[in-house]
Nanobody
Framework: VQLQASGGGLVQAGDSLRLSCAAA????????VGWFRQVPGKEREFLAA????????YYADSVKGRFTISRDDARNTAYLQMNSLKVEDTAVYYC????????????????????WGQGTLVTVSS
């Protein structure tokens, strides 16, 4: 499975941005897609995940209510809609795909994801 993340950029605090994660290859093997972010010197942080077949969603408390994860089956693409962006949301954002059914009980864990996109930079200015 190959993942291509896009949609990052420079925005102002309070703005919105939508990230995309296009999947190619053995997409029928994907059970979940997650979004993570990372800033220099810190660990990669879980943000949100969606079960590809059933559509159940999961969010980190830090983004619940501001970020929304969704998917488009026809386009094999997952999205992360980010609203009310804050300066502290500045990071490189990554999407990842998990192919094991067991991921449903561990969607926040990086090690449960088998494939990663290249990352897209989001910069939020004050």
């Amino acid at each position: 499975v190959q993942l291509q993340a896009s949609g990052g950029g420079l925005v102002q605090a309070g703005d919105s941005l939508r990230l995309s994660c296009a999947a190619a290859g053995r997409t029928d093997s994907v059970f979940a897609v997650g979004w993570f972010r990372q800033v220099p010197g810190k660990e990669r942080e879980f943000l949100a995940a969606i079960m590809w077949k059933g559509g159940s969603t999961y969010y980190a408390d830090s983004v619940k209510g501001r970020f929304t994860i969704s998917r488009d089956d026809a386009r094999n693409t997952a999205y992360l809609q980010m609203n009310s962006l804050k300066v502290e949301d500045t990071a490189v954002y990554y999407c990842a795909a998990g192919t094991s059914p067991g991921i449903i009980v561990a969607v926040t864990r990086l090690g449960r994801y088998d494939y990663w996109g290249q990352g897209t930079l989001v910069t939020v200015s004050s």
